[in-house]
Structure formats: structure tokens, C-alpha cells
């Protein structure tokens, strides 16, 4: 049973391992065509600059709403102290 298991683990590990190599080469020949190196460079730093561009965009959202909560819990910390400084009445 357990050896059933070490021969299927050592067969799929085979086979990714058949897989990576593959993609591995394929690769290594796509890229070594100076154009398409030139493509995937170019692929590379257009998604690097949107990746910057939403980052920039999400941080400004972040302390938009950062700012609001402050503003919020501000408020809330002013009407609690006027309703603690009303005398109580019985």
C-alpha cells in the first residue's frame, strides 16, 4: 500500500518534472529571437508600470478612507464628551 503510494508520488513528480522542462525550452527558444526578447521586455515594463500605477491608486484610496475614519471616530469622540458633560437627571 505505502509502496503503491511511492511509486505514484515518484511518477507525478516525473511528469511535472517532464512538464517544467518543456516550458523550460520552450521559452529558452522563444526568447532567444531578439524580437521576441524584445516583446517580453516590453510585456515586462508595461505590467510593471501598471502594477506601479495601482499601487499608487489603491495607497490613495487607503488614506482617503484612512481620513474619513479619523474625521469619523473625531465626531464620535466630540458627541461623547458633550453627552458625558450633560448633568444626569433623575
Do not use: C, H
Not at 26 to 52: I, M, P, T, Y
Request: glycine fraction near 6%; hydrophobic fraction near 40%; avoid cysteine.
Amino acid at each position: 500500500m505505502a509502496n503503491d503510494k511511492n511509486v505514484k508520488t515518484g511518477a507525478a513528480a516525473g511528469l511535472i518534472g517532464m512538464v517544467i522542462g518543456a516550458a523550460a525550452g520552450a521559452a529558452a527558444v522563444a526568447l532567444s529571437d531578439k524580437k521576441n526578447r524584445a516583446k517580453v521586455q516590453r510585456a515586462a515594463d508595461r505590467l510593471q508600470k501598471e502594477g506601479k500605477s495601482k499601487i499608487e491608486e489603491l495607497k490613495k484610496l487607503a488614506e482617503k478612507y484612512l481620513r474619513e475614519t479619523e474625521d469619523e471616530v473625531e465626531k464620535e469622540k466630540k458627541q461623547a464628551q458633550k453627552r458625558l458633560q450633560k448633568p444626569v437627571e433623575s
